[in-house]
């Protein structure tokens, strides 16, 4: 069961030169990936037999960050068949590795929210995925 839907995006407003638009057998349904990154991700979900359910662009966050209201959207958040859930970050390790870069901010942002609302967070690499 997935609490989440994905936020709808135009692809022209998302980061990403590569866009996906493939069946899940998982979830019955299209997903929309805008990275190749974020594809493979995918794959590693859609065949793990710990993964109940995904969802893609699931939730867009407003978090006070030095003084001013920001907004980001996660990648994926995760179900797994023991209840656990976390959102997840899909990004290149050589873009994280640079701060301060929008990147690095983004995903501070991230962290953040998740330690605040109490959720596990996870920025998963091209080292972990491929």
Same mark, same amino acid.
């Given at each position: /069961?997935?609490?989440?839907?994905? #936020?709808? /995006?135009?692809?022209?407003?998302?980061?990403? !030169?590569?866009?996906? !638009?493939?069946?899940? #057998?998982?979830?019955?349904?299209?997903?929309? *990936?805008?990275?190749? &990154?974020?594809?493979?991700?995918?794959?590693? *979900?859609? %065949?793990?037999?710990?993964?109940?359910?995904?969802?893609?662009?699931? %939730? =867009? #966050?407003? #978090? !006070? &960050?030095?003084? $001013? %209201?920001?907004?980001?959207?996660?990648? /994926?958040?995760? %179900?797994?068949?023991?209840?656990?859930?976390?959102? +997840?970050?899909?990004?290149?390790? $050589?873009? @994280?590795?640079?701060?301060?870069?929008?990147?690095?901010?983004? @995903? +501070? =942002?991230?962290? /953040?929210?998740?330690?605040?609302?109490?959720? $596990?967070?996870?920025?998963?690499?091209? $080292?972990? @995925? @491929?």
């Amino acid at each position: /069961m997935c609490k989440y839907k994905p #936020i709808e /995006m135009a692809r022209s407003m998302h980061y990403g !030169n590569n866009y996906f !638009n493939t069946y899940s #057998i998982k979830l019955k349904r299209n997903v929309r *990936l805008f990275s190749e &990154l974020e594809y493979h991700n995918y794959l590693t *979900l859609e %065949l793990d037999s710990f993964v109940d359910s995904f969802c893609e662009q699931p %939730l =867009k #966050i407003e #978090i !006070n &960050l030095d003084e $001013k %209201l920001v907004t980001s959207i996660f990648d /994926m958040w995760v %179900l797994y068949k023991d209840g656990s859930e976390e959102f +997840q970050e899909v990004k290149y390790a $050589k873009e @994280i590795e640079k701060p301060p870069s929008r990147t690095f901010c983004q @995903i +501070q =942002k991230q962290q /953040m929210w998740c330690e605040q609302h109490e959720y $596990k967070y996870t920025i998963r690499t091209d $080292k972990e @995925i @491929i």
